[in-house]
Nanobody, 114 residues
């Protein structure tokens, strides 16, 4: 499985971005998908996840601002990010868990200016 992340960019504080993670194969067999982020000088942090059944979870810092969704028909997972803050600046990585294997997409850079 190959995951391709896209949608990063530069946005002002308060703005929105939509990240997408496209899978090279059907995501029906991928149990959980989601996003991590890594800010400069910091460890990678889990941000949001969604199960095959559609259950979503978020880190407290993004609750109410970010929404994760998955489109099984198009083999994509998206992360809608609203009310962005400078502290959301990071490289965002998507992942997918199939059995005991975790697949990673390449990072996409999100920069939020104040």
């Amino acid at each position: 499985v190959q995951l391709q992340a896209s949608g990063g960019g530069l946005v002002q504080a308060g703005g929105s971005l939509r990240l997408s993670c496209a899978s090279s194969r059907s995501i029906f067999s991928i149990n959980a998908m989601g996003w991590y982020r890594q800010a400069p000088g910091k460890q990678r942090e889990w941000v949001a996840g969604i199960t095959s059944g559609g259950t979503t979870k978020y880190v407290d810092a993004v609750k109410g601002r970010f929404t994760i969704s998955r489109d099984n028909a198009h083999n994509t997972v998206t992360l809608q990010m609203n009310s962005l803050k400078p502290e959301d600046t990071a490289v965002y990585f998507c992942y997918g868990d199939q059995g005991s294997t975790r697949y990673w997409g390449q990072g996409t850079l999100v920069t939020v200016s104040s």
